[in-house]
């Protein structure tokens, strides 16, 4: 039984192939390693898109759900608050607005003030920095969307100090980068508005 031991033991036929093995190995897991990198690298885009469009889904619904509420009319000081919504994003730097009820580029060029904004009620609109546009309808009533403003007594009123002619006076475009919280109001104004408070 010594003898196998001492056999075993002083054996060194393998010996010269252990630091070969070893950089095979080492190079095969840095060739798992990148595949592993580049497949995130592609994989993480899809992950975004799909998070934004769970976002944007999930304010359509949010305004659609404020359809129904009462309205302020913007006419009467006295009037109680319209039912309000929340919309909260987090959409990464790669988006580069998202219109409300209003398409600010429609010849994307990535340029929001050298065209005639395109409204499109019940539609909000979001575009990528590369160009690609995604659009989701809003189910229910026509919703039409005014900018805000606050007046001398801190009332939201629609802003009327907008470029009404290249239509900039219709929707709501919040330019990219699109973080926090935004609040829209129903009012009455003779037409029923989503009247953003940002």
Known sequence: MS????????????????????????????????????????????????????????????????????????LDRRSADGSMCVVELSLPDNVRFIGFGVDPDPDTNGNLTDSIWVVENNTIVYQY?????????????????????????GRWVIDTNLDVVNGHGMGVVIEGPVSGEFIFEMVFDGEMYMLSHF
Do not use: H
């Open 3 to 74: 003898g196998r031991m001492s056999a075993f033991w002083n054996d060194t036929r393998g010996v010269d192939t252990i630091p070969l093995k070893l950089v095979v190995y080492l190079a095969l897991t840095g060739v798992v390693m990148l595949l592993i990198a580049v497949s995130w690298g592609n994989v993480m885009p899809v992950i975004q898109g799909a998070d934004v469009d769970e976002q944007i889904t999930d304010a359509a619904l949010k305004i659609t759900s404020v359809q129904r509420g009462a309205a302020r009319d913007l």
């Open 129 to 153: 920095s590369n160009g690609v546009k995604k659009r989701v309808f809003l189910n229910g009533d026509i919703v039409l969307f005014m900018n805000g403003m606050q007046d001398a007594s």
